[in-house]
Nanobody
């Protein structure tokens, strides 16, 4: 079992920044990569970014390239998402997840364990 806890969400004005964290515990060496997804009201959960736990290789959705940066702190078993130049359309609940698939994937079904999510609200 893997437990994931997100933090760092909040209310920010358009153009502002937030840094999300995802702390992992439990059987923490059983995944290949971690990812961030988000879900806005009335919409499907969508992929944001993923990172290989061992190599640090990254993968981003097109709509966040140049604005968001994913990273991980191996020793702390924590993943981060630095979000800059936030837009109102970035408003969503952000979730972190782990996958044992040995590639960086964007599909929700590729991920095994999920956190409870953290709310990000961007005002215009």
């Amino acid at each position: 079992q893997v437990q994931l806890v997100e933090s760092g969400g909040g209310l920010v004005q358009a153009g502002g920044s937030l840094r999300l964290s995802c702390a992992a515990s439990g059987r923490t060496l059983t995944w290949y990569a971690m990812g961030w997804f988000r879900q806005a009201p009335g919409k499907e959960r969508e992929f944001v970014s993923a990172i290989s736990w061992s190599s640090g290789s990254t993968y981003y959705a097109d709509f966040v390239k140049g604005r968001f940066t994913i990273s991980r702190e191996y020793a702390k078993r924590t993943m981060y998402l630095q979000m800059n130049s936030l837009k109102p359309e970035d408003t969503a609940v952000y979730y972190c997840a782990t996958t044992r698939v040995r590639a960086l994937k964007a599909g929700r079904d590729e991920y095994d364990y999920w956190g409870q999510g953290t709310q990000v609200t961007v005002s215009s």
